[in-house]
Nanobody
């Protein structure tokens, strides 16, 4: 089992950057693919990006490709989401989640463990 805690959210102007962190407890952190999802008010939760257990493979949605970068440090049990060139439409609560699925799952039901979320607000 793994517990996840997100941090790093906040208010930023359009064009700015933020780095989110997802800190995990447990000795088996490197056994999980970690994904990032987001949910804006009145909208469904959507996939943002994910990184495999070793960090060798990542997969991102088209809406963030080229702007967001996911990375992980298994020695620190932490995954990072670097968000650049932020847009007002990136405003949402961002969640990290852990999956035991092979590959790079992008559906929320493939993730069994979730953090509490961190708010990101991008002003125009």
């Amino acid at each position: 089992q793994v517990q996840l805690v997100e941090s790093g959210g906040g208010l930023v102007q359009a064009g700015g950057s933020l780095r989110l962190s997802c800190a995990a407890s447990g000795r088996t952190f490197s056994s999980y693919t970690i994904g990032w999802f987001r949910q804006a008010p009145g909208k469904e939760r959507e996939f943002v990006t994910a990184i495999t257990r070793s960090g060798g493979t990542t997969y991102s949605s088209d809406s963030v490709k080229g702007r967001f970068t996911v990375s992980r440090d298994n020695a620190k049990n932490t995954v990072y989401l670097q968000m650049n060139s932020l847009k007002p439409e990136d405003t949402a609560v961002y969640y990290c989640a852990a999956s035991t699925k092979v590959g790079v799952p992008y559906r929320s039901y493939e993730y069994g463990y979730w953090g509490q979320g961190t708010q990101v607000t991008v002003s125009s």
